[in-house]
């Protein structure tokens, strides 16, 4: 077992972007990145609403929302941030929540709707980058444009992270 | 521009680990370290949106309603959007076992330049725990048409 843990040791220090996300000191202000894309399901929906409580009749009453704008129930906007920070961290340049806690939403706006069976993904850009009061943390201001599979843009928002300055204790 | 005062109160909801769980294996990453511990920041915002969906039908709706009505004019309200959250800031972490209240307000209010017919309402939603201490604040602006 021992064995097995120093090798896993080894590949954290050799390869920290595949297995542990990057450090602080590796990001750089203007590198952009895309995520894969998600399915959003009705699943999601019903799962995200009995999670939250939030039954409005937007997202829960089909018969309802077709005589609104929209014509079918969409996605609560929170679901579609949520689904975008999963988009984000399985990207793996950020790690869990230990060394990246998430630490502001500045300027969150749901531009469009998005329905079951739309299909989105990520583009997110780093921002900005600075010494964290706590000590050996850097906090790291991303924005990040939600996209649906026609290429609208259904949610923008700002926010930031704080992130691990100094690389995995025993890596050179 | 209307400036209006009246604070909501919602009931308490207990967040659960169960909670904190299914939401980051479902929407996040089953790989997330410290879940079921502390809820990831983006739960923290559903769980007092659906807290705002209790007390909608106590006040607060027909407060907004009323609110549209002096804005746009008295017609039937069929459609609620939500149209951003801003300036949030979280004051301590939620988690596992918590017992969330929240604080509802109508901040701000206006006629939507470019949508004839809507009402921007602003609400400041403050969250606290079962000992008082402050959790989150944040506005929540929704479009009502």
Redesign the interface.
Known sequence: MKKVLENVRVSACTQPSNLWGKHFEDFKVGDKFTTEGRTVTETDIVIFCGLAGDFSFMHTNEELAKKTVYGTRILPGLLTLAISEGLILRVNLFDGMEEAQFVGIHDLRFTGAVKPGDTIRVKFEIMDKKKSNRPGYGIITLRRTVINQRGETVLTAETSGMKKMTKQEGCE | MTKERRVFMTPP?TVTKA?IN??AN????P?????GR?A????I???I???Y??VRWHGLDAEMKRVRKNLVGDRPA?????????N???YKPLKAGDTVTMEIKIVDARASKNRSGMAIIKLRKVAYDQNGEKIVD?DHTIGIF
């Open positions: 909801r909670d299914t939401f479902t929407f996040l990453t790989l997330l370290r410290g879940r502390e990831h920041a983006t739960m915002l559903p769980i949106d659906g807290l969906e209790a069929t459609t609620e959007v939500s149209l951003g959250w801003t949030w800031k979280l944040v």
